[in-house]
């Protein structure tokens, strides 16, 4: 404790706890919002369009953790290895791995790399990643949750070296509503608030929040629909979300898809075939096959009709880091 002692005072020093050791913890969770507001007891982050990693050392070569606890070190190499270059034996950090379409990051383009369980394959697909890390939850035998967040973040800087491709997710303070202004012209996802006098809690509370700029979320799919014409694979995914009564049809998903994701989804589909609609909801769709509700896509869309379903839906992927029973609807 002695090296993270020296940049703290004694109120957080009384915070410092041992690390019990491992390389997981389980994240923290941004709830959305449309009550987007500017505070200076709060940061504002950009929203990446990547996937969660919860990456960590305890003494041999650095894991990389989704955010439902699923090795996925063969999919990024690099990014173990540029952890494992800052010579931390004991560490977990927080952050997103994302690739980029320009100045963009695309979940579509992270698609050819998030599957992937042999390194070599993932360093040939010839698509760059860069890993965001954005908190600190443990480092040198110390767990740091306890402390505030600008805290964290703080030493965060002074524990690692950010080259790529590793990078320090940078923040605002204060500056919430100009922030998303200037992130919506440029594209954006849109922007994660953060109480910044907060300890790291585990879950989904209202510490994080987000603030949107395009609509777009997770989805199950429970079926999809014969192709027309020259189309191979199946024609539109039928998607839904869970609520008390169970899965929500949200309506069908019929762009996005090049012929490799047409053909392969399929194939995950059939394997999951079922007789009945997994939908609480009556679904009247010509040329319906059903599934088990168990993969997850990542859907963006212009917005929610009156009646509940998704206008102008289009694919970006599947999600391997969250299970179908955590789909919810978030606008």
């Not at 439902?68 to 290895?81: C, G, L, S, T």
């Not at 922030?179 to 922007?191: P, Q, T, V, Y």
């Not at 199950?220 to 629909?225: A, E, K, L, M, S």
Request: charged fraction near 30%.
């Amino acid at each position: 404790m002695t090296d993270l002692a020296g940049l703290l005072d004694d109120e957080a020093q009384a915070l410092l706890r041992s690390w019990p050791g491992g390389t997981w913890h389980a994240p923290e969770l941004a709830t959305l919002t449309r009550h987007e507001f500017s505070d200076e007891n709060w940061i504002y982050e950009r929203k990446l369009d990547g996937v969660r990693l919860i990456a960590g050392a305890d003494g041999r070569e650095p894991q990389l953790w989704s955010r439902n606890r699923k090795r996925v070190d063969p999919a990024y190499p690099e990014v173990v290895d540029a952890l494992a270059a800052q010579g931390a034996s004991q560490f977990v950090v927080d952050g997103e791995v994302v690739a980029f379409e320009g100045d963009k990051t695309s979940f579509a383009k992270l698609q050819k790399r998030i599957h992937l369980t042999d390194a070599a394959a993932a360093r040939r697909t010839g698509v760059p990643v860069y890993y965001y890390v954005f908190d600190l939850i443990a480092f040198g035998g110390v767990d740091l949750t306890r402390l505030p967040l600008r805290s964290r973040k703080r030493l965060l800087q002074e524990c690692f070296e950010f080259t790529d491709p590793l990078r320090f997710s940078r923040h605002r303070n204060g500056e919430g509503v100009a922030f998303l202004e200037e992130a919506c012209a440029r594209g954006w996802e849109g922007l994660i608030a953060k109480r910044a006098d907060q300890p790291y809690r585990s879950g989904r509370g209202r510490d994080w929040l987000k603030f949107k700029c395009v609509s777009g979320q997770e989805f199950v799919i429970g079926g999809y629909t014969d192709p027309q014409g020259a189309r191979s694979g199946f024609g539109a995914l039928l998607v839904g979300y869970y609520d008390r009564e169970g899965l929500r049809y949200a309506g069908k998903v019929g762009t996005g898809y090049d012929e490799r994701t047409l053909r392969d989804l399929r194939a995950k589909l059939d394997e999951r075939s079922r007789s009945k609609s997994p939908f609480v909801d009556e679904v009247r769709e010509p040329g319906v096959h059903w599934a088990e509700p168990e993969l997850v896509a990542q859907v963006g869309f212009s917005e929610w009709t009156e009646d509940g379903k998704l206008r102008h839906p289009r694919f970006s992927g599947l999600r391997n880091d969250k299970s179908a029973e955590e789909v919810r609807r978030e606008g």
